[in-house]
């Protein structure tokens, strides 16, 4: 390519760096965005800015929104007392697709993992901690991964609440799965079938 | 997701749109973006933005720059007498990539379609026979895909340009593919083909 698409080099290279995508499939999408510029192009461009500039984590949960406490949070209607715990805020939005579960959630921003040398103060596990102690909480629904991090974070956390109820998603969840591969159905039936801990 | 978030459901649908991507890869991707906020969100807004505003084609031969004319057809080491034409500015990248060709190119902007009623117009076919007329062109290599369309469209041009030179590509076995993998249609034209050792 030639010195005067640099700015185009530039974009692809950005693109490309995305979960999902490689640098064929940058090109692919740049030059779609190209051709559909008015479309596609620059309203992307808008939409980021706004979201870079907007988007911020909820203080309380780690959900993703526009404001320090999250919708979900903030709705008397969601203070059903239970507590939904899952890894990412792609599990969270799973988790709402299914519209199975009706109460708050807590976004952990990964699990415990001894090779990553992620410990529970790298995760958002003390906050969990707190908010059980402030809010009226009946249940805890661990909806952890079935990997042996997910599995080891979700031991973790049971432990640090006795005498609070902890279940987590029945198996269903086919092992070495990720939460927000699955369809609606398996989640439903996976939260259904929650055994306690 | 709740109502906080329109900004971030706008820019899932955007990039769920772009070739390559669903829903999922959008979300998965947006959600890569957030946490990676100053280098990745910022910059890809950043990036399209002005490639949204200084990106052109190429007056002469369609190809994408920020000039009316690009460096391919600006330098002088491009005048070869050789033209190379394909389909889409990828194409056109692919080609620069094996950086086998040293001549100049021109973009078709696709092949012709009875099915979708695209005729030489909707091309740039008029803008290929004008530039055999203008420059001194020794050879057109036809570089289309071996689809019906593609095929359609190289004996179109082929039939338009008496007197010059006109070659395609060989069609064979993709290097390192193995025949197992390939279709019946390149088989054949492989077989078709075929050269003494
Ligand atoms: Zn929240
Ligand atoms: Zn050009």
Chains 1, 2 share one sequence.
Not at 3 to 23: E, S, V, Y
Not at 146 to 156: E, L
Not at 181 to 188: E, F, K, Q, S
């Amino acid at each position: 390519m030639s010195n005067d698409t640099d700015d185009l080099d530039n974009l692809i290279a950005l693109m490309a760096k995305l979960p999902g995508l490689g640098p064929r499939s940058a090109r692919r999408a740049v030059l779609h965005m190209i051709k559909k510029r008015g479309l596609v192009l620059l309203p992307l461009a808008e939409a980021m800015h706004r979201v870079g500039t907007t988007a911020r984590e909820c203080l309380n949960c780690g959900n993703i929104g526009t404001k320090d406490i999250c919708d979900i949070c903030e709705s008397p209607k969601r203070a059903t007392g239970e507590i939904c715990v899952v890894e990412d805020v792609a599990d969270l939005w799973a988790m709402e697709r299914s519209q199975v579960f009706k109460g708050r959630y807590h976004v952990l921003g990964g699990t415990l993992s001894a090779l990553d040398a992620i410990g529970p103060d790298e995760l958002r596990i003390p906050k969990l901690l707190d908010r059980i102690k402030v809010e009226d909480i009946s249940e805890v629904i661990l909806a952890l991964g079935a990997t042996i991090d997910g599995q080891t974070t979700a031991h973790y956390i049971a432990d640090q609440l006795p005498g609070v109820k902890v279940t987590s998603l029945a198996q269903g969840v086919p092992v070495g799965g990720e939460l927000d591969y699955l369809d609606d159905g398996t989640i439903t039936a996976a939260l259904n079938a929650r055994k306690a801990l």
